[in-house]
């Protein structure tokens, strides 16, 4: 199946295809599917005869190989193994991937909950924990067939495909082309302030909507962006509000983190290198995605005028933010 031929074949996925799917695994499915909020991948919540719903994820083409997915999957399976609610693939006849009407399919058992309350202190120390305790097994080996958060692949080849690809407005491309190379100065100079620091495996993804709070209960999800990078980057994206707001998240998230491993102080250099990073790939991900039919119909407003004079007044601000100093860690211990 080619590039193109695959891309239009996913995009006409079919819930049927689930269920048929499933059911050449061997569950019994009672023909109850819930659509999860998933872009990226195809992924069905599915009930089963007499037992416990699944979720079933179809993995998009082109983008991961056989390896990288199965790296994926045993680091969570390690993860899993220490105790650390994270939800992990269901092995079935000793396979965690599998094929199914030519796309790669991962099992995983159900989970639900809500997003996390950012304003819950005693929350934010229990995710740090989690956090920390996922770096112990993240740096006891390295991932070979999956990258880093970088700006290579987060900033520089996010620009240049969007300016390729002229999704920029004409009236816009200087302002964007100049702001972007800013930024690329700015995330690099953050990188530089804060010196030699470790790189580990990461959920490198790790953001509110990737934890599923139920009662006391956590469940940390979706480790389909694993990467390797700086243990902030799984940390930064549950700060939110202005510094005022972000300086005691980020003492309760560092409290819980430091019961369990050194955080590095000059890694506090990157939170804003990082979001940039973020906001510049962000946009080239919607940008590659767009031939897909439910990234027009999820995300309507992308592609729009008004969402790139917004992008270019986002970035600004980004410039200005990484030339601040770094947020003060009131570290308690």
Not at 95 to 104: D, E, I, S, V
Not at 182 to 189: A, K, P, R, T
Not at 209 to 234: C, M, T, Y
Not at 285 to 300: G, N
Request: with cysteine.
């Amino acid at each position: 199946m080619n590039r193109n031929n695959a891309s239009l074949a996913y995009a006409e996925l079919q819930p049927q295809d689930f269920l048929d799917a499933l059911e050449k695994l061997g569950f019994h499915c009672n023909g109850r599917l819930l659509a999860l909020n998933s872009y990226e991948n195809r992924v069905y919540q599915v009930g089963i005869d007499d037992n416990d719903a699944v979720v079933a994820k179809f993995y998009r083409p082109n983008r991961w190989s056989d390896a990288a997915i199965l790296e994926e999957h045993q680091f969570a399976i390690d993860l899993e193994a220490q105790e650390i609610p994270v939800v992990a693939p269901l092995e079935i006849d000793g396979k965690t991937l599998h094929k199914a009407a030519g796309f790669r399919v991962a099992v995983y058992p159900n989970r639900g909950g809500r997003a996390p309350d950012l304003d819950n202190y005693e929350l934010l120390k229990q995710l740090g924990r989690f956090v920390a305790r996922i770096h112990l097994v993240g740096e006891t080996d390295e991932f070979e067939h999956r990258p880093s958060v970088d700006v290579d692949s987060y900033a520089i080849e996010s620009r240049d495909f969007l300016l390729a690809e002229e999704f920029i407005p004409a009236e816009l491309y200087p302002a964007y082309e100049s702001v972007a190379e800013l930024v690329i100065d700015g995330v690099e100079n953050c990188f530089a302030r804060a010196g030699t620091f470790g790189q580990i495996r990461l959920h490198a993804d790790f953001h509110p909507g990737n934890v599923l709070v139920l009662g006391e209960k956590l469940h940390i999800v979706d480790f389909d962006d694993a990467r390797s990078g700086p243990a902030v980057q799984d940390l930064w994206m549950f700060l939110s509000g202005d510094r005022e707001e972000q300086v005691p998240q980020l003492a309760a998230l560092l409290e819980g983190y430091q019961a369990f491993r050194r955080f590095d102080a000059r890694e506090l250099h990157l939170i804003e290198a990082l979001r940039s990073l973020r906001i510049m790939h962000y946009a080239a991900w919607l940008a590659r995605r767009w031939v897909d039919p439910a990234f027009k119909q999820a995300f309507p407003w992308f592609d729009s005028h008004r969402y790139w004079e917004d992008h270019v007044l986002a970035l600004r601000e980004q410039v200005a933010l990484m030339q601040e100093q770094p947020l003060e860690w009131l570290d308690y211990n």
